[in-house]
């Protein structure tokens, strides 16, 4: 069975640009969580939706947005970009809420 | 606003040497999890750990939690190489629709020497 599977792998962009980050969730999956881990720390919550409704959001700036589609799959948007934004966006999905959350390899975003 | 430290945060051990890595947590939660990270790779989960005095164990390893102290531990017995990563405990938010928000640890980073 395909895991968690997030695109781009990698992307480069510049301080004042947008980025979108995608995640499709394991079959049957109903609830996406996005998280973010900046090198040598521990992976921070940003957001979780369930059933395509917002369930929580974390201590971030409103440049970072975030849905889901009726497939569950997740987009995180984020504006603006700061050089700290700079980080691995790592995705999880989970059944339902609360289960067992399975993490996706990530996207490392490198903001110059 | 819930707290997870874990410690040691550098753990440098020998093959065969037996360590125990802590895991203490600031607010009552009865769902903690375990995860190991390669470098550059994403997160594998180790233990699902989900009421008070549960115990789990795979391998070399066994982790433990005690709601009531707040703490759990991940107990890594007779060391190998291959155990070298670094290891995350997270801790769910409790009640009702805030579940799903894990609050991780800072992690510690295990190396395992000949």
């Known amino acids: 069975d395909a895991g968690v599977t997030q695109s781009p792998t990698h992307l480069i962009k510049t301080r004042g640009q947008h980025v979108t980050l995608r995640c499709s969730p394991i079959s049957g999956h109903k609830s996406v969580s996005w998280y973010q881990q900046v090198l040598g720390q521990g992976p921070q919550f940003i957001f979780q939706y369930y059933e395509k409704e917002e369930r929580g959001r974390g201590n971030f700036p409103d440049r970072f947005s975030a849905r889901q589609f009726p497939n569950y799959s997740s987009e995180l948007n984020v504006n603006a970009l700061l050089l700290g934004d700079s980080a691995l966006y790592l995705c999880a999905s989970s059944y339902a809420t609360p289960s067992e959350q399975f993490f996706g390899p990530g996207t490392r975003l490198t903001v110059l | 606003e819930l707290k997870v430290e874990q410690n040691p945060l550098f753990l440098s051990m020998q093959e065969g040497k037996n360590y125990t890595i802590y895991c203490n947590y600031s607010t009552t939660s009865d769902r903690l999890y375990w995860y190991r990270q390669d470098p550059g790779k994403s997160l594998e989960s180790l233990f699902v750990?989900?009421?008070?005095?549960a115990v789990k164990q795979e391998g070399r390893l066994m982790a433990s939690l005690d709601t009531k102290a707040r703490l759990s531990t991940l107990h890594i017995t007779a060391a190998v190489h291959d155990l070298s990563a670094t290891y995350f405990c997270?801790?769910?938010?409790?009640?009702?629709?805030?579940?799903?928000?894990?609050?991780f640890g800072q992690g510690t980073i295990l190396t395992v020497h000949p």
């Open positions: 750990l989900l009421s008070n005095g």
């Open positions: 997270a801790v769910d938010t409790p009640g009702g629709t805030s579940y799903g928000k894990l609050t």
